[in-house]
């Protein structure tokens, strides 16, 4: 660790002691804000089997409290947050249950005596789907109206309380005037954050705050979350599927799966040992990104299928601690180790001794899962592999005519490097720094101004800057893409077969038949079997994870040297990002392809990249073996990087 | 402000497109336009008199000199306000028979525009408000029902209904027997001879405005920031109103300017059935007896009216939708 590295890390842990003491402080002496007793929501929809989304669920939520609430897609967070905020739509419906805030049941409470509560008690902000500000009006009405709906403030009074949450979240009161369309996404992030404080509420519920923003920007807007909740004391629900971030800002988490809590813990004993081993599962899928070999685990299956009566415990066909109780007996949220854990395992284990039965598997902290491992000597070995790609001050200038001028935008400058067998090198780099247009470039679809792209295939060295396009499609032959949201990478009329069999069809010339058994062989490489099964189904009916596998398919299906894969797995939840990885890394050293993997997050670059190219303003500014780039940064901005990856077990160790 | 000159120099170059093919079209066609009347007045198989063949033009005003000094001269009688003499109403000129046909429909055609305007978007805001409820069901089904009839079979049944069975209201013409200008009998007269094409028109006009504001705002309402608009704990009129409403009304507002550019042309269907003295039956004469230079003048009317329309439209979406304003700038 350089100087600098270390004081930043020493800032950061050094203030968050304060912040869990000091909320720990406030909750001795106060009564719960926020009870919850045995909450469903349920959704009735007419045409669709109708399913309970949160299922009984119970928590108390303390004055001034920072509580973080994790869980897979699916798994009914936001239907939960809904719920709480009495924003519920047709056709979901809480059916059960109490929600009291300070005492009094606000789901049972008229609309009309909730609307004057929302706003002065109870604010949110939205996922930052950037679209939470009316795209029509300036930012200042959007913050008078609700100032003026629940307070006093009337005229300047408002003025000046807006000026002064802008300056709160550190951002120039000139943009008071402006419209959404104005501003950048974190800086809309920022006014919303601003916005939910503005009649200084008891309780903040966020909900993914942050997804879709940049890594750095990530870390700005969190670290002004947790800065404002220490100065004011608001409690906070915080709802997020990046693990990381949650169980470093939270100081109590709430694991939720198949629509139940099924651990709530304090944030620094959960990294230690967490209960349940779907908890397990979620923190397995977070590795030290400076060790040698780096693991990480996932969750096999998907979640169970609400519309249908389960018995036993939801989680237990995905867990590899399950006993036979396990699909008999549904447990229950029980206090242990000074939390509450519902399970069966989890409670025999810490109980008294002659209570386990046989067969009770060992204590352990880490998930007993299929892992995903990348150790140094496997990126050795790929460092010995023949050169195929090289990519030589490879320069690009956009210009764009404005009127009668013309603005020159330099996209990227003077990159080269060289792409092995069996290699995979990482782009990583903020928006906008280049990585996009380099990947373009190299896939051919846009041309280089200046610099050189040499392609050595099976066909012998080609020139990519110089191909027209029919020679271009002989090309892409040997490249091909890996998208980011595998939800809307295929198309949702066709059915697998379909998908798979074209590229067969067209860049191997094969025949109807012929196809359909390369198309079984690639879902059989992708670990979709039997694959019979899945050839006819349509992209809905499969799950995220096997959709990119699809995704991925699909890119092996022209035998391709080359695959370009642009966040290929930053849609994906966590539980599932390192089977993807797992299948990724398998391609590389089986089938001897070069990946180049685009990501903005260091991270995930180390898991998979044997070589990593930092970009900032379609500069390189550090390049070099990825476990060295990550443990002897050489730049600022790669620093910058790093420092923006949470890194709740090295927080664990420190305060502890 | 760059946005706005931009919208208005688009407008200039149009308009200047428009009105000189109005001048090059005409003169494309083949024959000389005074043989023809000549021809038609005398027959079809006499033998031309060339006589009254230079009479006829001397009556039209024939061009003379080369192209370019006749589209100087036709600019400049344009800006004159001189468009020719009617066919059909000779002696009179041109813009005197559209002068007297003009204020007509404006009055019928446009207060309808505008009625069914308000009554379609208010209809269809609340509707999509109310959304699955039975108000919106029996909107949505009742006006999808009414759109399939055509507005002059119900200007017919209205008619038979309305003028014949019953005689509540006259059949025919603007007036009848009083004097046209500002007095009491005239325009009781007025409104009770147009109220039945205003009906025929009114029954059919809101329905594009409810079904389109409907499906707009529903889509509208599933926006997060009407969710945080109801988190912030607003009066539903203000979320229905200032935050839903008026981000659905923004397509609307385009549809609607140019609906009022197209009332020049008048309702010609309507207007010829309850024979009211609007351009809509203007139009429909210079058809029949073809009157080029009343239908040519009629055509500069309608054009420059969308056009007109259709600026309005971008100003009002410049100021209505300020991401509209950056987009195109």
Known sequence: MTTTDATTAAATTESVPTSQTLAADTRRNSHPLLRVRDLSVRFEPKMSPALTAVDKVSFDLLEGEFVGLIGESGSGKSTLAMALLSLLERPGRISNGSIEFDGEDIASMSQEDLRHRRWRDIATVFQSSMNSLNPVMRVEAQFRDAIEEHSELRGDAVTERVRELFSMVMIDEKFMSAYPHELSGGMKQRINLALALCNRPRFVLLDEPTTGLDVVVQRSILEAVRRLQKEQGFAVLFISHDIGTVMELSDRIFVMYAGQLVEQQAATTLVKDPLHPYSKGLLGSYSNPRADTVRVTYIPGRPPDLTRPISGCRFAARCPEAIERCSSDEPQLLPLAGGRVACHVAHLQRGPSEDKPDGLPEQTTRFAGPEFVKTAEDSDRARRGEVFLEVDSVTKVFERRRGLRKQQTLAVDDVSFALRKGEVTALVGQSGSGKTTLARMITGVDKPSSGTIRFTGSEGTIAVEKLRTRQLRDYRKHVQMVFQDPYSSLNPALTLRYTLTRPLRNHRGLSAQEADAVAGELMETVALTPSNRFLDRYPHELSGGQRQRVVIARALAANPELIVADEPISSLDVSIRAEVLELLQELVTGHDIGVLYITHDLLSARLLADEILVLSQGRVVEQGNALEVIRNPQDAYTRTLLDAIPNPFEQATTTS | ?329
């Open chain 2, 1 to 329: 402000m760059r946005y706005f000159v931009r919208k208005i120099a688009f407008f200039l170059a149009t308009l200047w497109a428009a009105i000189t093919l109005n001048f090059i079209i005409p003169r494309l066609q083949p024959g000389d336009p005074a043989e023809v009347m000549v021809q038609k007045l005398a027959g079809k198989d006499a033998q031309l008199n060339p006589a009254a063949v230079q009479a006829m033009r001397a009556m039209l005003g024939a061009p003379d000199g080369n192209l370019f000094t006749q589209y100087v001269s036709y600019l400049g009688a344009l800006a004159h306000g001189d468009f020719g003499i009617s066919y059909t109403y000779y002696p009179y000129p041109v813009t005197e028979v559209i002068g007297q046909a003009l204020p007509w429909t404006l009055v019928l055609v446009g207060v309808t525009q505008i009625l069914a305007f308000v009554i379609g978007i208010t209809l269809g805001a609340y509707a999509a408000w109310r959304r699955n409820t039975r108000f919106d069901s029996i909107v949505t089904l009742g006006s999808t029902f009414i759109g399939t009839l055509p507005s002059f079979w119900i200007a017919l049944l209205l008619l038979f209904v309305f003028g014949y069975t019953v005689g509540w209201f006259p059949t025919s013409g603007g007036y009848s027997a009083s004097t046209p200008g500002f007095n009491g009998p005239f325009i009781t007269e007025a409104v009770s001879h147009s109220f039945l094409p205003a009906l025929s028109l009114l029954i059919t006009a809101p329905i594009g405005w409810i079904l389109g504001m409907r499906n707009t705002m529903v889509m509208n309402l599933g926006e997060d920031y009407i969710r945080l608009a109801k988190a912030k704990g607003l009066p539903d009129r203000v979320v229905a109103l200032r935050y839903a409403a008026r981000n659905a009304l923004l397509p609307s507002v385009t549809g609607f300017a140019i609906a009022l550019g197209g009332v020049l042309g008048g309702s010609i269907l309507v207007e010829q059935i309850y024979d009211y003295p609007g351009m809509g039956r203007l139009m429909g004469e210079a058809i029949g007896n073809r009157d080029f230079p009343l239908l040519q003048t009629l055509l500069l009317f309608i054009i420059v009216g969308v056009l007109l329309a259709n600026l309005v439209a971008d100003l009002l979406y410049g100021v209505l939708d300020p991401r509209a304003r950056r987009a195109q700038s």
